[in-house]
């Protein structure tokens, strides 16, 4: 799956504040293990640790934290599985993803932290746990101690109903994984629009929020590949007037309509060095502009944005340190000039 799959780039989006993955963590995390970590310390890591391997399998969002009166951070990696199949045996892949943690860690002499893998699974298919033992049930049980059982923490949205789900106390991440979960019901989706936009009204109060109803229904429009005239029909049956006009003019501003035409004739990979270009002309233009919205904007991930946000920054201040190098130097060479010259005598 490419880096700039729809369920992906929401994924990405949606778990890039901090407010959010809280929430999520204060909910679905265990109260045992929940309160050994301090969310107040909560920071994002952006070392990329899913493998070539993983890549097909899982798109990562990873945070650090330290833990209650201890002198440790704990690393907490929320995998999203983003195959319409479950894997067979999901503990080698997470094995896999823990390992380059701990071998990064090593490799800058630091001790290797804990890891909580969360696996985030949003498929029609009940994913049921089960121990690594049973992925040898062919083999004597006396070997089953040495074959490395270790935990992780799935959040399966299919266990849980609609009303559950918006009852979470952040409304950005109750929409949004009410969405994740229908995210492959299109039929879902077209009859219930109004649920999934009935927060629209209060979000769109706010600049957050208003970025955040925008990259929902960009979402929504991707996955329903919804045409005009239904979505008009829709919108007017479902939403009302202030959502309806914000979400018609998002559509009218992107041109939807026409990415998804590209999409699917599968044309835009061809797109992604245009969103690049028009990323790094909005940062030049419009520095103070939020990430959020220039990803919307050019159709770049939010993490293409920040990072073409740090080069950016990075070259105004080598520039700048290059600028002032020079005035140094010139006053130097002035100086150098003015000084008089002995006589000899």
Not at 3 to 11: Q, R, S
Not at 151 to 156: A, C, G, N
Not at 250 to 269: A, N, S
């Amino acid at each position: 799956m490419t880096k700039n799959h729809p369920h992906d780039e929401f994924f990405k989006y949606l778990f890039s504040m901090t407010s959010v993955v809280r929430a999520f963590l204060e909910y679905f995390v265990p109260p045992h293990l929940l309160r050994l970590l301090d969310l107040d310390t909560l920071e994002f890591d952006d070392t990329e640790y899913i493998s070539a391997e993983l890549q097909p399998l899982y798109s990562d969002k990873v945070l650090r934290c330290g833990l209650q009166q201890l002198p440790a951070t704990a690393f907490i990696a929320i995998l999203m599985e983003h195959k319409s199949f479950i894997p067979r045996h999901p503990h080698f892949q997470i094995s896999d993803y823990r390992q380059q943690i701990w071998n990064t860690a090593t490799a800058n002499k630091k001790s290797p932290p804990f890891v909580l893998p969360i696996v985030l699974y949003h498929g029609r298919q009940k994913w049921k746990k089960q121990r690594m033992e049973a992925y040898f049930k062919h083999l004597p049980a006396d070997f089953y101690p040495y074959v490395g059982h270790f935990e992780y923490l799935l959040v399966d949205l299919s266990a849980y109903t609609d009303e559950a789900l918006l009852r979470l106390k952040v409304g950005f991440l109750a929409f949004g994984l009410l969405m994740m979960k229908h995210a492959k019901d299109k039929a879902y989706l077209e009859r219930e629009m109004k649920k999934i936009f009935s927060g629209g009204e209060n979000f769109l109060n706010t600049e957050e929020g208003r970025i955040f109803v925008e990259r929902l229904f960009v979402y929504f429009i991707r996955m329903t590949n919804m045409d005009t005239a239904t979505l008009q029909q829709n919108a007017s049956q479902a939403l009302p007037p202030k959502s309806k006009r914000v979400l018609l003019s998002t559509y009218d501003q992107l041109k939807l309509e026409g990415k998804i035409e590209g999409k699917m004739e599968g044309k835009i990979e061809g797109k992604m060095e245009q969103a690049l270009l028009v990323c790094r002309a909005l940062l030049e233009e419009f520095p103070n502009m939020p990430d959020e919205r220039i990803a919307l904007l050019s159709g770049a991930t939010l993490e293409v944005v920040q990072e073409e946000r740090r080069k950016h920054l990075a070259g105004i201040a080598a520039a700048a340190g290059k600028k002032s190098a020079k005035a140094s130097s010139g006053a130097a060479a002035k100086t150098s000039a003015k000084k008089p010259v002995k006589q000899r005598k």
